[in-house]
């Protein structure tokens, strides 16, 4: 089983030259270098140039390289596409996805214009109608490329109006409505960023519920907040020996036909040991 971890998503702002830069020697698991929210209307340009010239420099190692495009409503949506076409990033996060053809016309332009047929796209799930839409959306996933569901919480709890508190109990039938979801179709989902990075206390409690949740990482808007999330978002050392002792139990010749053993006195099925396999690739991704 191959996995790619994507326990730790930093947004880096793509007018930031130095940022760019410093993300090289970071921790984080993905990368997604921004050309929408943080970047102000008259610096579009300038982040377009800059990221395409980090991309295709590289230097980034293993982790994964996300180009946040602005959307293809807007003056620079379909400049920064095509940029990301040329530079031949890992993946395309959309934003403000809503239904599913939003999704799949951004996975075809994509292509139009040269893009690589290995270009995953993610989806960024920050509207209402997004949420009503999740299923569909995510069942696109064959036709569109698409791996990821990125929640963007801030812009759920401006456009419901839902407060920011409790423990996010407002939105939290929300994330759950896109766990299952992506899961329906074998995406991987990433949970909303916690904006007080000096918070660690309350960040380290919202991985917490996340990684309870079943969200594969969290998006993150400072490296600060980077070993906090990939600790976080592991499993425990604990956890992988006993995935490893599943795995090995069932190599075992007598076991090979088995649906069903006993391991240290506790029953345990094959539904198990993919669970087992999981982890450990997890692991194995992340030099545990």
Same mark, same amino acid.
């Given at each position: 089983?191959? %996995? =790619?971890? =994507?326990?730790?998503?930093?947004? /880096?702002?793509?007018?930031n030259?130095?940022?760019?830069?410093?993300? *090289?020697?970071l921790?984080?698991?993905?990368?997604?270098l921004?050309?929408e929210?943080?970047?102000?209307?008259?610096? *579009?340009?300038?982040? =377009?140039?800059?990221?395409?010239?980090? @991309?295709?420099? +590289?230097?980034?190692g293993?982790? $994964?390289? @996300?180009?946040?495009?602005?959307?293809?409503?807007?003056?620079? +949506?379909?400049?920064?596409?095509?940029?990301?076409?040329?530079?031949?990033?890992?993946?395309? !996060?959309?934003?403000k996805?809503?239904?599913p053809?939003?999704?799949?016309?951004?996975?075809?332009?994509?292509?139009?214009?040269? &893009?690589a047929?290995?270009?995953r /796209? #993610?989806?960024?799930?920050?509207?209402? /109608?997004?949420?009503?839409?999740v299923?569909?959306?995510?069942? @696109?996933?064959?036709?569109?490329?698409?791996?990821?569901?990125v929640?963007?919480?801030n812009?759920l709890? *401006?456009?419901?109006?839902? !407060?920011?508190t409790?423990?996010?109990?407002?939105?939290?039938? #929300?994330?759950?409505?896109?766990?299952l979801a992506?899961?329906?179709?074998g !995406?991987?989902?990433?949970?909303g960023?916690?904006?007080?990075?000096?918070? $660690?206390?309350?960040?380290?409690?919202?991985?917490?519920?996340?990684r309870?949740? &079943?969200?594969?990482?969290?998006? !993150?808007?400072?490296? +600060?907040?980077?070993?906090?999330?990939?600790?976080?978002?592991?499993?425990?050392? $604990? $956890?992988?020996a006993?995935?490893?002792?599943?795995?090995?139990a069932?190599?075992?010749?007598e076991?090979?036909? *088995? &649906? @069903?053993?006993?391991?240290? +006195?506790?029953?345990?099925?094959?539904?198990?040991?993919?669970?087992?396999?999981?982890?450990?690739? %997890?692991?194995?991704?992340?030099?545990?």
């Open positions: 089983m191959t %996995i =790619r971890p =994507r326990r730790s998503v930093l947004y /880096m702002p793509g007018a030259a130095r940022a760019l830069e410093k993300a *090289k020697t921790d984080a698991d993905a990368l997604i921004d050309l929210d943080s970047v102000a209307p008259d610096a *579009k340009s300038v982040a =377009r140039s800059r990221v395409a010239e980090a @991309v295709k420099q +590289g230097g980034y293993r982790r $994964e390289l @996300v180009i946040r495009i602005n959307g293809l409503d807007t003056p620079w +949506g379909v400049d920064d596409l095509r940029m990301a076409a040329e530079a031949d990033a890992d993946a395309v !996060l959309v934003p996805v809503a239904r053809g939003d999704i799949v016309n951004v996975s075809r332009i994509h292509m139009a214009l040269g &893009g047929e290995r270009t /796209m #993610w989806a960024m799930m920050e509207t209402p /109608m997004a949420i009503f839409n299923r569909e959306i995510a069942s @696109v996933h064959q036709v569109a490329r698409l791996s990821c569901l929640l963007g919480t812009d709890l *401006k456009e419901s109006r839902a !407060l920011a409790g423990g996010r109990f407002a939105i939290l039938p #929300w994330l759950s409505m896109t766990l992506a899961r329906t179709y !995406l991987d989902v990433i949970d960023v916690y904006n007080d990075f000096r918070d $660690e206390a309350g960040f380290r409690a919202e991985c917490e519920q996340g309870t949740l &079943g969200m594969d990482g969290k998006t !993150l808007i400072h490296p +600060g907040q980077i070993a906090v999330c990939n600790e976080l978002f592991s499993p425990a050392p $604990e $956890e992988i006993w995935s490893r002792r599943i795995i090995e069932f190599l075992l010749p076991n090979a036909s *088995k &649906g @069903v053993i006993t391991i240290d +006195g506790k029953m345990v099925e094959r539904l198990h040991l993919a669970m087992a396999e999981r982890v450990a690739a %997890i692991a194995e991704a992340t030099g545990q």
